[in-house]
């Protein structure tokens, strides 16, 4: 199993210039979720997907973020204009759909991307 | 809606020693608590987890304890390695999908 594949690694651009982050989840995987790491906030869930429909995106700080899933296997985070305060590593997880209460399922985590606006 | 404490934010211990995080939750419907290992440069890996209907989970030198009158669970690591050494979290999951994580610890094994 190749686990979650994010793309790109590292990111370093301008404030003001669009970002996009990308992510392909785990084959069979029914839910993924984009989250958010820093220093002073931890990990924050920022959407997440069920069967490529966003389900909630409650985290989502701003209009300037948005995010797609066109098909079972591929996402898509993009900032626009992107702001220095976005910096962060940006993960990418899935999960299996829960069958009932003793199925509970993991979320399996991308290795992130790293975002340095400046 | 729920909300995740994680206690220590560090800690250090001799290797061979024994090292515990704990956690509290707010939510009394959350009923699947796992716990994760982060790494320098990499995603949190699932290490161990358990259901609300469970009060301890074993695995290796891993276990982990509910405790769903008081809203705790706790990570034991018992005869640590260096390369134990990482970011810790716990998390809950309440309604839907959606997890909570804490704040995380950094263990350190000393050699």
């Known amino acids: 199993d190749a686990g979650v594949i994010q793309s790109p690694r590292h990111e370093v651009t301008e404030m003001g210039q669009e970002v996009t982050l990308r992510c392909k989840p785990i084959?069979?995987?029914?839910?993924l979720f984009w989250y958010r790491q820093t220093m002073m906030r931890g990990l924050e869930l920022l959407i997440y997907?069920?069967?490529?429909?966003?389900?909630?995106d409650s985290g989502m700080p701003e209009d300037r973020f948005s995010a797609k899933m066109p098909n079972a296997s591929f996402s898509t985070l993009k900032i626009q204009p992107s702001e220095p305060r976005d910096s962060a590593v940006y993960f990418c997880?899935?999960?299996?759909?829960?069958?009932?209460?003793?199925?509970?399922?993991?979320?399996?985590f991308g290795d992130g991307t790293r975002l340095s606006i400046l | 809606g729920e909300n995740v404490e994680q206690h220590p934010s560090t800690l250090s211990v001799q290797e061979g020693d024994s090292a515990v995080i704990k956690c509290t939750y707010s939510?009394?419907?959350?009923?699947?608590f796992p716990w994760y290992k982060q790494e320098l440069g990499k995603g949190p890996q699932l290490i161990i987890d358990?259901?609300?209907?469970?009060g301890e989970k074993k695995d290796q030198r891993i276990a982990v304890t509910l405790n769903k009158t008081a809203k705790h669970f706790s990570l034991h690591i018992t005869e640590t390695q260096p390369e134990d050494s990482a970011v810790y979290f716990c998390?809950?999951?309440?309604?839907?999908?959606?997890?909570?994580f804490g704040p995380g610890t950094r263990l350190s094994v000393l050699p």
């Open positions: 998390a809950a999951r309440g309604y839907g999908q959606n997890f909570v």
């Open positions: 997880a899935s999960s299996l759909f829960p069958a009932g209460f003793n199925s509970n399922q993991p979320q399996h």
């Open positions: 939510d009394s419907a959350s009923n699947y």
């Open positions: 358990i259901r609300s209907n469970v």
């Open positions: 084959s069979g995987h029914d839910y």
């Open positions: 997907f069920n069967n490529n429909v966003p389900i909630d």
